[in-house]
């Protein structure tokens, strides 16, 4: 799946990302958490006892998603005693981190951390062996724009037919503006680089920093490639640096149009019921399997 393997090949990377993008206040969050809220709440009504609510958080990363709304469950008082949790990522030192985030928070329900991938999620374990649907899967942060090699978006929807529940299930999938390309918009060739340079002090590393900055990114056809930088040191007393690990690398991200996407969506019997919007840039699609 794309390139992103390669970002977050390392705990450092993870830690990294986690610092800089877990908070459970970005704009996002709003979106997921009324998905979520509605679609349990009407399980609870209208589905048998005895099949659990499914939440499947592909791309999960460090956990921010998923954690965020179980966390704000337990403050609202809402009962997920009886729902299945699952957090999917192709990266195993971001799931290791998500492992540790969930365990400092002791009002977590069990939730199953899975490598996997997003073309094959009929594939995940506790998927396969447990024979469950999916009431809920997200795919956050535009993520899904990982997916740039041919043909790899309609896996990923043919992939969303085999697991989500028909006529009840929702799938909320994110595009960034500028990756998703509209009618009658201009086509870009550059796009903005993704946060300011920054200096992170570690928190689970004692003396580690990291030193980050990735350039604007350029357009070949529908490819964006983004130049990371990132360096790994310790400061030492005397002045200078001990660098622990430097990376240098192009983070590639497809632009889809959205003909495209409606094409893939049709192609496989995904409707879409509703296209919604944060402050964070992004379009929300949401996407049913029609019974």
């Not at 939440?55 to 791309?59: H, K, P, S, W």
């Not at 460090?62 to 966390?71: D, E, F, P």
């Not at 360096?231 to 497809?254: I, M, T, Y």
């Given at each position: 799946?794309?390139?992103?393997?390669?970002?977050?090949?390392?705990?450092?990377?993870?830690?990294?990302?986690?610092?800089q993008?877990?908070?459970?206040?970005?704009?996002?969050?709003?979106?997921?958490?009324?998905?979520?809220?509605?679609?349990?709440?009407?399980?609870?009504?209208?589905?048998?006892?005895?099949?659990?609510?499914t939440?499947?958080?592909?791309?999960t990363?460090?956990?921010?998603?998923?954690?965020?709304?179980?966390?704000?469950?337990?403050?609202?008082s809402?009962?997920?005693?009886?729902?299945?949790?699952?957090?999917?990522?192709?990266?195993?030192?971001?799931?290791?981190?998500?492992?540790?985030?969930?365990?400092?928070?002791?009002?977590?329900?069990?939730?199953?951390?899975?490598?996997?991938?997003?073309?094959?999620?009929?594939?995940?374990?506790?998927?396969r062996?447990?024979?469950?649907t999916?009431?809920?899967?997200?795919?956050?942060?535009?993520?899904?724009?990982?997916?740039?090699?041919?043909?790899?978006?309609?896996?990923?929807?043919?992939?969303?037919?085999?697991?989500?529940?028909?006529?009840?299930?929702?799938?909320?999938?994110?595009?960034?503006?500028?990756?998703?390309?509209?009618?009658?918009?201009?086509?870009?060739?550059?796009?903005?680089?993704?946060?300011?340079?920054?200096?992170?002090?570690?928190?689970?590393?004692?003396?580690?920093?990291?030193?980050e900055?990735?350039?604007?990114?350029?357009?070949?056809?529908?490819?964006?490639?983004?130049?990371?930088?990132?360096?790994?040191?310790?400061?030492?007393?005397?002045?200078?640096?001990?660098?622990?690990?430097?990376?240098?690398?192009?983070?590639?991200?497809?632009?889809?149009?959205?003909?495209?996407?409606?094409?893939?969506?049709?192609?496989?019997?995904?409707?879409?019921?509703?296209?919604?919007?944060?402050?964070?840039?992004?379009?929300?699609?949401?996407?049913?399997?029609?019974?």
């Open positions: 799946m794309g390139d992103i393997d390669f970002f977050y090949d390392s705990p450092y990377r993870a830690e990294l990302y986690d610092l993008w877990n908070s459970p206040n970005l704009p996002d969050m709003d979106v997921y958490w009324k998905g979520f809220a509605d679609l349990l709440a009407q399980h609870g009504k209208s589905i048998p006892q005895n099949r659990p609510f939440l499947l958080d592909v791309g990363g460090t956990g921010r998603i998923l954690l965020g709304l179980l966390k704000k469950a337990a403050a609202t809402l009962d997920t005693s009886t729902a299945k949790f699952i957090g999917m990522d192709n990266a195993p030192p971001m799931l290791d981190l998500a492992v540790k985030n969930a365990a400092k928070e002791q009002i977590i329900p069990p939730v199953t951390w899975v490598v996997g991938s997003a073309t094959a999620l009929h594939e995940l374990s506790p998927i062996q447990q024979g469950i999916v009431d809920l899967l997200i795919f956050s942060f535009s993520s899904i724009c990982h997916l740039r090699e041919n043909g790899e978006l309609k896996q990923f929807f043919e992939s969303c037919t085999k697991v989500l529940t028909p006529g009840t299930g929702r799938a909320y999938i994110s595009f960034v503006d500028g990756l998703l390309q509209r009618p009658g918009t201009d086509v870009a060739s550059e796009f903005p680089p993704f946060g300011d340079p920054v200096e992170i002090r570690s928190l689970a590393y004692p003396g580690v920093w990291y030193r900055e990735n350039d604007a990114g350029k357009f070949k056809g529908d490819i964006l490639f983004m130049t990371n930088r990132m360096k790994v040191f310790k400061k030492l007393p005397e002045g200078g640096e001990e660098v622990l690990e430097s990376h240098s690398g192009c983070h590639q991200l497809r632009r889809f149009s959205e003909a495209e996407v409606l094409e893939a969506l049709e192609s496989v019997g995904l409707r879409i019921v509703d296209t919604l919007r944060s402050d964070m840039m992004e379009t929300y699609l949401v996407l049913q399997l029609p019974e």
